[in-house]
């Protein structure tokens, strides 16, 4: 069986990598399977908010084999040295192994060495039962594989209307494309409880609202760890209930 995979969007600063966190703690708690967490932004912070130091990206092993594409060690296949390198550059944390892509390709031939790559992230993503990936702002991740095969992408929002407008323009692009997105869902993040119940919108299969969380928003100025939240947190017990929902709604 393949991996539970979820897939968060949205525009700059609305609660994606919050929201990711959340969700990777809740589905290790509540499974007691070790998750796989994809730090696709390049601007890489998912680590923080899981407290953890991050290893080597696969950005640099991808410019490492591009660069020393000649000079691996005899006796060693190229499969084997990505796959060790790969390795390498898991973080374990405490119910999750992290992966952090790092920066997108620079200018130079990388069919040969993402196909490689590609083949390793599969086979890595094979050993999980659930992947959650962290994407960077906007839609240009739609492009890429990380994003194009999920079961649930949570296109996050904050209550502003830029960034309801944002999520709207990422469903339907997500809609246009060939992509194999099981469902998507809206999160409105960092609502007042007085606004929710708003649990339909054209384009999104689900609806959730995650509530502003005090500890959350202090977090950010001293530890940043996510996991050390208490378990009774507002915001924490509505990612819970989407993460729990969207897993219903992906086995539909
Ligand atoms: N439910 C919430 N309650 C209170 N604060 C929140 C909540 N969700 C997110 N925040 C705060 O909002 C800010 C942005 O959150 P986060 O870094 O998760 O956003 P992001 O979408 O990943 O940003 P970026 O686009 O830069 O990657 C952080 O300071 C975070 O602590
Ligand atoms: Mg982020």
């Given amino acids: 069986m393949s991996a539970f995979t979820i897939a968060v969007a949205g525009k700059g600063g609305v609660g994606k990598t919050t929201f990711s966190s959340l969700a990777i703690r809740h589905l290790h708690q509540?499974?007691?399977d070790v998750v796989l967490a994809v730090d696709a932004d390049?601007?890489?912070n998912l680590h923080a908010k899981l407290g953890v130091t991050p290893g080597r990206t696969i950005g640099d092993i991808r410019e490492e084999l591009l660069a020393e594409a000649d000079k691996l060690p005899a006796g060693v296949s190229k499969q084997e040295h990505v796959d060790y390198q790969i390795r390498l550059a898991l973080t374990e944390g405490d119910g999750f192994d992290l992966l952090t892509m790092?920066?997108?390709e620079g200018p130079g031939c990388y069919c040969y060495v993402?196909?490689?790559?590609?083949t390793f992230v599969d086979s890595l993503s094979e050993k999980y039962q659930f992947i959650v990936i962290d994407n960077e702002a906007g839609m240009e991740h739609l492009s890429r594989r990380t994003t194009r095969a999920s079961d649930v992408l949570f296109i996050v929002s904050d209550a502003s209307k830029a960034?309801?407008?944002s999520a709207s323009r990422i469903?339907?692009?997500a809609g246009e494309m060939d992509l194999e997105i099981g469902r998507i869902a809206l999160v409105r993040n960092m609502v007042a409880p007085s606004s929710a119940g708003l649990d339909r919108l054209d384009g999104f299969d689900a609806v959730y609202s995650v509530r502003n969380s005090a500890a959350i928003r202090s977090g950010s100025v001293g530890s940043e760890s996510l996991l050390e939240i208490p378990e009774h947190d507002p915001a924490y017990q509505d990612i819970t209930k989407a993460v729990d929902e969207g897993r219903?709604?992906?086995r539909r």
């Fill in 30 to 32: 509540a499974t007691g």
């Fill in 42 to 44: 390049p601007n890489a």
């Fill in 102 to 104: 790092g920066r997108q």
């Fill in 114 to 118: 993402n196909n490689i790559l590609r």
């Fill in 163 to 165: 960034a309801l407008e």
């Fill in 171 to 173: 469903a339907s692009l």
């Fill in 248 to 250: 219903e709604l992906a």
